[in-house]
């Protein structure tokens, strides 16, 4: 499934950090203080996958576009 890319460089660095952010606390759902809050973690991969893909399902639904194509010099 080929898919256009719906976001841009700056949105791209934001998720990505969320994401490594998010799962570094899964470590806590097994070691350390043993808190449900430590799963969450979890969701880290939506936004990890998303800024490495580029693409992000809910803009598309939305109309939203953060991505500006290189501009080719001729």
């Known amino acids: 499934m080929?898919?256009?890319?719906n976001i841009g460089m700056p949105d791209r660095i934001v998720?990505?950090?969320?994401g490594?952010?998010?799962?570094s606390i899964i470590p806590l759902a097994f070691f350390g203080p043993k808190t449900p809050l430590a799963y969450f973690g979890f969701l880290g991969?939506?936004?990890?996958?998303?800024g490495i893909s580029g693409?992000?399902?809910?803009?598309?639904l939305m109309g939203i576009n953060t991505y500006r194509r290189e501009k080719t010099a001729n």
Do not use: N
């Not at 998720?15 to 969320?18: L, N, P, Q, S």
């Not at 490594?20 to 799962?23: A, T, Y």
């Not at 991969?45 to 998303?50: F, G, K, S």
């Open 2 to 5: 080929i898919t256009k890319k």
């Open 45 to 50: 991969i939506i936004p990890l996958i998303a």
């Open 55 to 60: 693409y992000c399902p809910p803009y598309d």
């Open 15 to 18: 998720r990505i950090a969320m």
């Open 20 to 23: 490594i952010i998010f799962l």
